[in-house]
Antibody, heavy 112, light 111 residues
Framework: EVQLVESGGGLVQPGGSLRLSCAAS????????MSWVRQAPGKGLEWLSL???????YYADSVKGRFAISRDNSKNTLYLQMNSLRADDTAVYYC??????WGQGTLVTVSS | QPVVTQSSSASASLGSSVKLTCTLS???????IAWHQQQPGKAPRYLMK???????NKGSGVPDRFSGSSSGADRYLTISNLQSEDEADYYC?????????FGGGTKLTVL
C-alpha cells in the first residue's frame, strides 16, 4: 500500500528555516516524480516544487530561491528545505506522488 | 502556462447527480487533468486523471459513482447518487513545462 507521511512542521519565526520530510512506503521515491503542495488557511491548493526520477527539480515562482526539494534514496524519503520563511508561507504542506497519492500534511506556522 | 478555472460552488440533493466543470485556458484544450477531492479537515484524495478524449483512470478505491468526461477545453467530474460524504472541495490540476497548476476548487454542498 502506498503511504506518505510528512513531518517537520511547526512554529518558526519570520526569516527562519525549516526542513520538512515525507517518508514513503509501498513504492520507491526515486522511481517516481514527487511534488510538494501547500494550502494556506481557508485557501486552495498551491503547487510548490517537483523532483523527477532523474533528479531534475522545478519550483513555483513564489518559492524559487528560498525552498529546495531533495530526496534520500536510502531512506526512501523526500525533503523540502525552507529558508527565509515569511508569514505568507503559513500553510499545511503536503507531499504527493505523481499527482496520484497524497500525504496527510504537516502544518507550518510562520509567526513572531 | 495553462490556467484551469472552476466554479467556486455547487450544490445538489442527496441521491441526485452533479457535474462539476474544470475549464482549460486557450491553447491548452487537449491537456490531461487530475481531479482531487478534499473533505473538510482532511488531506486531498486523488480521484482520477482525465484526458481530452474523455478517457479516465480512477484511483484505487474510488467509487463507481465518480466518472469523468470531456468536451473541448472542459473537463467534467460527475458524481451520481450523491452521498453526504461527497460534500467536499474538488480541485482540478494540470501541468505543462515542468509547472503544475491547480484550479481554485469547487465547494460542493449536498442538500
Amino acid at each position: 500500500e502506498v503511504q506518505l507521511v510528512e513531518s517537520g512542521g511547526g512554529l518558526v519565526q519570520p526569516g527562519g528555516s525549516l526542513r520538512l520530510s515525507c517518508a514513503a512506503s509501498g513504492f520507491t521515491v526515486s522511481s517516481n516524480y514527487m511534488s510538494w503542495v501547500r494550502q494556506a488557511p481557508g485557501k486552495g491548493l498551491e503547487w510548490l516544487s517537483l523532483i523527477y526520477s532523474g533528479g531534475s527539480t522545478y519550483y513555483a515562482d513564489s518559492v524559487k530561491g528560498r525552498f529546495a526539494i531533495s530526496r534520500d534514496n536510502s531512506k526512501n524519503t523526500l525533503y523540502l528545505q525552507m529558508n527565509s520563511l515569511r508569514a505568507d508561507d503559513t500553510a499545511v504542506y503536503y507531499c504527493a506522488r505523481e499527482s496520484a497519492a497524497w500525504g496527510q500534511g504537516t502544518l507550518v506556522t510562520v509567526s513572531s | 502556462q495553462p490556467v484551469v478555472t472552476q466554479s467556486s460552488s455547487a450544490s445538489a440533493s442527496l441521491g441526485s447527480s452533479v457535474k462539476l466543470t474544470c475549464t482549460l485556458s486557450s491553447g491548452h484544450s487537449n491537456y490531461i487533468i487530475a481531479w482531487h477531492q478534499q473533505q473538510p479537515g482532511k488531506a486531498p484524495r486523488y480521484l482520477m486523471k482525465l484526458e481530452g478524449s474523455g478517457n479516465y483512470n480512477k484511483g484505487s478505491g474510488v467509487p463507481d459513482r465518480f466518472s469523468g468526461s470531456s468536451s473541448g477545453a472542459d473537463r467534467y467530474l460527475t458524481i451520481s447518487n450523491l452521498q453526504s460524504e461527497d460534500e467536499a472541495d474538488y480541485y482540478c490540476e494540470t501541468w505543462d513545462s515542468n509547472t503544475w497548476v491547480f484550479g481554485g476548487g469547487t465547494k460542493l454542498t449536498v442538500l
